[in-house]
């Protein structure tokens, strides 16, 4: 995800802006640049890769002016390159910004842009801003920019400098973090807290739709519609590890609470009047599949047997879920007129890229989803769709998956749409709203921290579901013993008499989900069986039918079944992030487990 600085004060802007950018390297870049305004002249030094890069091709400079922007990039329009890397500039190199977010309607802009005799260095949605900028320009940098927030539509964080006014800075906001630090002899500017602490706690919060004018001895702050706005100076308590946390005790519960961020940045762009955008499969002609295989390992494998679902009952094709070092191995049947979808947060998993490699040499064709840019597995396939999480450290997945569910599920209504399916038009609506649903569910955490304390003691948890349910609990139960050691099983809810019930005692926990409206009674029933014979059950469901002696039932906002999946993630996710942190378990980093799997 990109990082933002941005140096205003009475010494050399370079070290803050470098330092920056290093805090921020832990968010995942693929790009990395600055300008300084020095001599009355904006130099822009920016290129691909690594910071180390950038490092090296500033040491050729004599920089000392004390005015300055930097950026990291992660590439979402146009692919990573020098050109494509910020700070973008005007064509007379008089303005220079950078970007954080997305400017959605950037091609009209763009084209309207040419008509009147522009030209663009890059395939940025972010460079329209500066040659909008350039085009409003009439003396006022604060009121140029005021004129182009009420062009832009999408999200940004936006620092802006010039040599037509070389003592400031302006800055505006709007879903894109954006903080102003006061140091003794400078204000600084970042997109995350991290890169500031060195230089000060003390800092602004801009919220949306605020702006700033900063020069090195004062600052000011105004609405996008220029009325000028008092704020408060706040301290942060952080040190820079608690920072790159927000706060949160760990990354894992930092990352359960940025899923409606992620979520909302994942749907974006990709919904525009009810139908579904996803450029980047333009090229494929869908009628030419007779089978479709997900194939993944982990978490990712659970959001991919949701996904093969939702496409299944779509597209009517033979639909199937594999654990990818099961596919690699088992010769599977698959030729030209297979698709084949492969799910990787990190991208790097060892079996899931042998399992793309095999699909590619039996001419299957191949589509990751994947969530860290320039990965191998999205470099190998023929065709990639990214997930917004953005950088997940915790080593339990909870942003990654919901994001791969959320795309999953974009991607099956796009092929219905591609394929002339019928389309629940009302669920791809209700998908739009997902992001607020999570957010009232994560509301209810200290439910889930009671929960928490039911399992605490337990030396096995059950875990039962039916259809898109099942995939649900497996994820639960996955989550639960990968964070807090306890054995956890996950059954679909109908086998339940054919085996399992057997274990079930006075005391055990029962975790069950029941969300899909078609079979919710069965699982429902199934979950009496369990009572009579002494288990304590959590439920979670929308049907208010037949929930008799269920003392633990908590009800999910009702939305189409098909997204239900992404919503009760979440309280499975607390469940165990709770249970973990009451056992005294290393949530973050739990026992004999790496983030990415890289070896067989
Ligand atoms: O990076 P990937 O999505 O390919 O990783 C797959 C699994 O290793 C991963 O989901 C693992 O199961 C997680 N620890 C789950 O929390």
Redesign the pocket.
């Known amino acids: 995800m990109c990082g933002i600085t941005a140096y205003c004060g009475n010494h050399s802007a370079l070290p803050f802006l470098m330092q920056g950018l290093s805090k921020l390297e832990y968010r995942g870049y693929d790009s990395a640049g600055v300008t300084i305004l020095q001599n009355n002249k904006l130099i822009t030094v920016k290129c691909k890769g690594r910071l180390k890069n950038l490092e090296e091709k500033v040491s050729h400079y004599q920089f000392d002016g004390s005015i300055g922007i930097g950026h990291t990039r992660w590439a979402t329009h146009g692919i990573p390159s020098n050109l494509n890397s910020h700070p973008h500039n005007n064509s007379l190199n008089t303005i220079s910004l950078v970007h954080n977010g997305i400017i959605e309607n950037y091609r009209e802009l763009k084209n309207e842009l040419i008509d009147k005799g522009y030209t663009f260095q890059s395939d940025t949605d972010s460079e329209v801003v500066v040659q909008l900028l350039d085009y409003y320009y009439n003396g006022q940098l604060l009121e140029a920019t005021q004129k182009v927030l009420k062009r832009i539509e999408g999200s940004y964080a936006l620092c802006i400098i010039s040599t037509l006014e070389p003592d400031k800075i302006i800055v505006a906001k709007k879903e894109s973090p954006l903080i102003i630090g006061k140091s003794k002899d400078a204000f600084v500017v970042a997109s995350d807290i991290p890169a500031l602490l060195e230089y000060t706690k003390d800092v602004y919060f801009l919220d949306d739709f605020e702006m700033a004018m900063i020069t090195k001895n004062d600052i000011s702050f105004f609405t996008h519609e220029g009325k000028s706005i008092q704020k408060e100076l706040t301290t942060v308590p952080y040190d820079t590890e608690a920072a790159k946390k927000d706060g949160y005790d760990t990354f894992m519960l930092k990352e359960i609470h940025e899923q409606p961020y992620v979520i909302h940045e994942t749907l974006r762009g990709r919904i525009f009047n009810q139908q579904i955008i996803l450029d980047e499969l333009k090229d494929i002609s869908f009628e030419q599949f007779n089978k479709i295989y997900f194939v993944?390992?982990?978490?990712?494998?659970?959001a991919s047997l949701c996904g093969a679902q939702v496409l299944e009952r779509i597209t009517q094709l033979p639909v199937l879920a594999t654990v990818?070092s099961e596919f690699r191995y088992n010769d599977p049947i698959i030729d030209d007129k297979t698709l084949t979808i492969f799910?990787?947060?990190?991208?790097?998993?060892a079996d899931?890229l042998a399992a793309l490699k095999l699909a590619k040499q039996k001419q299957a064709t191949t589509i990751a989803i994947?969530?860290?840019l320039g990965s191998s597995?999205s470099r190998e396939a023929d065709y990639v769709l990214y997930t917004c999480a953005g950088p997940e450290i915790?080593?339990?997945?909870?942003k990654?998956?919901t994001t791969?569910l959320v795309l999953l599920i974009l991607l099956a209504y796009y092929v219905a749409q591609r394929l002339n399916k019928e389309i629940d038009y009302q669920a791809i609506e209700q998908l739009e709203s997902i992001p607020h649903y999570v957010e009232q569910i994560l509301k209810d955490e200290n439910i889930f921290q009671e929960y928490a304390l039911m399992l605490k003691n337990l030396h096995d948890a059950y875990f039962i579901g039916r259809s898109l349910d099942y995939a649900s609990v497996l994820e639960g139960a996955?989550?639960l013993k990968?964070v807090s050691y306890i054995h956890a099983d996950a059954y679909v809810a109908g086998e339940l008499k054919h085996g399992p019930i057997a274990l079930i005692e006075n005391g055990s926990v029962v975790i069950a989900v029941a969300t899909q409206p078609h079979i919710a009674t069965k699982t429902i029933s199934n979950i009496q069986e369990t009572i009579a014979r002494g288990a304590k059950v959590i439920l979670f469901t929308t049907s208010h039918e037949d929930i008799k002696n269920i003392d633990n039932v908590y009800y999910l906002p009702q939305v189409s079944p098909t997204l239900q999946s992404i919503l009760v993630a979440i309280p499975l996710q607390l469940i165990a992030y709770y249970t973990a942190c009451i056992k005294g378990c290393d949530v973050d980093k739990?026992r004999n487990?790496?983030?990415?799997?890289t070896v067989e």
Do not use: D, F, W
Not at 343 to 349: A, N, P
């Open positions: 993944a390992c982990g978490t990712a494998y659970h990818a799910v990787s947060q990190s991208g790097e998993t899931t994947a969530n860290v597995i915790a080593v339990a997945s909870t990654a998956y791969q996955l989550k990968e739990p487990l790496a983030k990415s799997v």
